[in-house]
Structure formats: C-alpha cells, structure tokens
C-alpha cells in the first residue's frame, strides 16, 4: 500500500527564517512525486513534479528535492504570504491514474 | 477564466438526505476526479473519470455515485447523507489519464457539506 508521511504537522517561521518540510513516501514503483500549496478556503495549486531521485526544481524562494525515500520542500528566506499548507503527493507505477496524498504541513510565516 | 468550478461552495444535509454535488471544467480536460479532505488525513480519491461514459472507483467510493455524460460535466452523488460524509470534496481534472506533468491536477475551490 502507497503511504506518504509528511512532517512536522505544522511550522512556524519568523520573516527570513529559512526552513524544510519533509515527505518521506513507500510506493511501489514511484512514477512521480507533487507538491502543492493551498490556501484556507481553496483548493490545492500544483508546485512542482519531481521524477526520480536527484532532481530538483525552484520556484521563486521555494526548493524541491527528491531522493528514493523522500522529498524536501526548502522555503528560503520565506515572507508571510508564503503562509499555507503544503501537501505533497505521489503517483505510483501500477495506480498511474491517481495520487496518494500526506496530510499536509501548515506554515505560517510571521512578519 | 479557464478552470474547474464547483458547487455549491457550503451545504448542510440531513442525515438521509441526497444530493449532487456539481463539478464543471471548461479546459477540455479528458480526466476528472472527486477527492474529500478531512482533518489530518489526507485527500483521498473517491471516484475518477478518464472520459465520457467511462467511471471508476478510487478508495472510498461507497455512499457515492458519478456520471460523466459530458466531457466538461462529472457530478457527484450522495445518496444518503450521513454524518461520516461530513468534509471537504474536491473536484480535480487533467489533461490526461492522471496527473499531467507540468501542471499535476486542477482543482476547484471545493465543496464544504456538513451532514447533521
């Protein structure tokens, strides 16, 4: 059974308090890993897509990476309105047409 | 402006009660899928879609029934509302049959149904 573990629960941070959240998953045969944001109120927005072990991709102050048993969200220097949940997904080989998702941290960024 | 719209965005049922759910993309997206949300855990597939008149279960389908007449349209049914359905469901679409790779899911704004 796929399972994504994601940690802490929920983070605080000053302004310009670089930090990282964690998803470690067990998949069977991992054919992509998501993140995603989501606001109070919204639905999930799509970050990034990692493939296989090694890659990484950034957008503005955030960081993905991804080894075989995990992937970290790195938040640089991060401003209030990075507060959100950050959930993270993965699309296994054998289920190609859904997503296992974590429960999701909650950051919150204080000025 | 191009995306996935639901309604209503609240509901509150009676145990017993039925209901649908609407969800509506106008990104001629062949995949659409329903996931409820639910304090710490995480989203999780109720029923999928890959292209009109072609429905399948996810991992909590029971309670639930879906259509998909049109490409665009793909409602979601309770039957018989109960306080276990209580949540937040959200209606998700993609290009292709599962997430896309450079943009995942789109998802709506989401349902919030209480059941009393």
């Known amino acids: 059974e796929d399972q994504v573990t994601q940690s802490p629960e929920a983070l605080r941070l000053q302004e310009g308090e670089s930090s990282s959240l964690n998803c470690s998953y067990t998949v069977s045969g991992l054919r992509g890993l998501f993140w995603y944001r989501q606001d109070p109120g919204k639905g999930p927005e799509f970050l990034f897509t990692?493939?296989?072990a090694g890659e990484e991709k950034e957008k503005e102050r955030l960081k993905a990476t991804l080894t075989k048993k995990e992937s970290f969200l790195h938040i640089t220097a991060p401003k209030p309105e990075d507060s959100a949940t950050y959930l993270c997904a993965v699309q296994a080989s054998g289920s190609a047409r859904q997503l296992t998702f974590g429960s999701g941290t909650q950051l919150t960024v204080l000025p | 402006n191009a995306g996935v719209t639901q309604t209503p965005k609240f509901q509150v049922l009676k145990t017993g009660q039925s209901m649908t759910l609407q969800c509506a993309q106008d990104?001629?997206?062949?995949?659409m899928s329903w996931y409820r949300q639910d304090p710490g855990m995480g989203l999780r597939l109720i029923h999928y879609s890959v292209g009109a008149g072609i429905t399948d279960q996810g991992e909590v389908p029971n309670g639930y029934n879906v259509s998909r007449s049109t490409t665009e349209d793909f409602p979601l049914r309770l039957l018989s509302a109960a306080p276990s359905q209580t949540s937040v469901y959200f209606c998700a679409s993609s290009y292709s049959w599962g997430p896309s790779k450079s943009r995942g899911y789109t998802f709506g704004s989401g349902t919030r149904l209480t059941v009393v």
């Open positions: 990692l493939y296989s």
């Open positions: 990104m001629n997206h062949e995949y």
